[in-house]
């Protein structure tokens, strides 16, 4: 596995990010949210600090993948969407491949590793 730059990954809204970087920083943030949950319990200031930092974290991660899509970030309001908005994800963001060549966003994530 590549060396994944986490900084970018998970606090910045610009760029452009793979399927397997999008599937890794979903894995990680369902982790740390079990583990937050474990230890923290869900009541408390730590538990809602915590959830807004994973909240944030996967805002950035859905808004990057949007972009490799060729789509604005605002795509990710679908999100909010009970069902409809899990499923829209794991197909548009997980499984559909990106903009094949550089797009408004930038570069290709495949291209730049290579």
């Not at 930092?53 to 970030?73: E, F, M, Q, T, V």
């Not at 491949?97 to 291209?111: C, D, I, S, V």
Request: hydrophobic share 50%.
């Amino acid at each position: 596995m590549q060396d994944i730059d986490w900084k970018f990954l998970f606090g910045s809204f610009d760029g452009r990010i793979n399927r397997q970087l999008w599937w890794i920083g979903v894995g990680v943030l369902f982790v740390v949210w079990v583990v937050s949950g474990s230890l923290f319990g869900r009541e408390g200031l730590i538990p809602v600090v915590m959830g807004i930092a994973i909240l944030l974290a996967g805002i950035c991660l859905h808004i990057k993948r949007c972009h490799d899509r060729g789509k604005s970030g605002w795509w990710c309001l679908l999100l909010l969407i009970p069902v409809v908005g899990t499923v829209w994800a794991i197909i548009d963001l997980g499984v559909l491949e990106g903009t094949p060549g550089r797009n408004a966003y930038g570069a290709n994530p495949l291209k730049a590793r290579a």
